[in-house]
């Protein structure tokens, strides 16, 4: 594709996602129901405090879950799961549709993590559109081992590589020792 042509498909892209925000907001738009309201605010919060960690001039930080992309997708994780728990599958499909990308035939079951990554940054403005699919692996991978959303980064690099991760979410391997763990944790809490 010339690159001519994949700017002013950007350029669309970010004009859509402003439109929807502003539809929004000011009640414009009858197809998205509260819940895509509220998604869009926590959307917006979410890109404006990632923006706000990266345009720091501080030094990197200490450890990636400091990172602002540490941030993102703890921050991503957290809304996306909260629209999961609502069952506002709905809001998260038509947020994702409106902002008119493509998702390569890939369905909302397949992965819902990629469709709430796109309503939730349709624009590609802090997600880049190469690490979409390995951040929605990732965020699957952790969901199916209901990781908690504060020890989501640290799941993630103990995961393994991108190609391991990609074959763990593929055949929906299972990582045993950190479910061990979880067990070993939540019985010690019934203890107490």
């Known amino acids: 594709m010339p690159i001519k042509?994949?700017?002013?498909?950007?350029?669309?892209?970010?004009?859509?996602?402003?439109?929807?925000?502003?539809?929004?907001?000011?009640?414009?738009?009858?197809?998205?129901?509260?819940l895509?309201?509220?998604?869009?605010?926590?959307?917006?919060?979410?890109?404006?405090?990632?923006?706000?960690?990266?345009?720091?001039d501080a030094p990197p930080p200490p450890s990636p879950f400091e990172a602002p992309e540490g941030y993102l997708k703890r921050a991503c994780f957290q809304v996306i799961q909260e629209f999961r728990k609502a069952n506002a599958h709905h809001a998260i499909k038509k947020l994702a549709n409106y902002a008119g990308r493509d998702r390569r035939q890939l369905t909302y079951t397949d992965n819902p993590f990629y469709w709430g990554l796109l309503a939730i940054d349709p624009a590609?403005?802090?997600?880049?559109?190469?690490?979409?699919?390995?951040?929605?692996?990732?965020?699957l991978h952790a969901a199916n081992h209901k990781v908690p959303p504060e020890h989501l980064v640290g799941f993630i690099y103990q995961s393994g590589s991108q190609s391991a991760l990609k074959r763990k979410v593929?055949?929906?391997?299972?990582?045993e020792e950190f479910l061990r763990i979880r067990k070993r944790t939540s019985d010690l809490r019934l203890m107490n």
Not at 10 to 20: C, G, H, T
Not at 128 to 139: F, H, P, V
């Open 5 to 34: 042509r994949r700017k002013k498909k950007k350029k669309l892209r970010v004009k859509r996602a402003i439109e929807l925000r502003l539809a929004v907001r000011i009640g414009g738009t009858n197809s998205l129901s509260l």
């Open 170 to 175: 593929r055949i929906g391997e299972r990582e």
């Open 124 to 139: 590609f403005s802090a997600i880049e559109e190469g690490s979409l699919s390995l951040y929605a692996k990732q965020l």
């Open 36 to 56: 895509g309201a509220d998604l869009v605010d926590a959307a917006a919060d979410v890109l404006a405090e990632h923006k706000a960690l990266s345009d720091t």
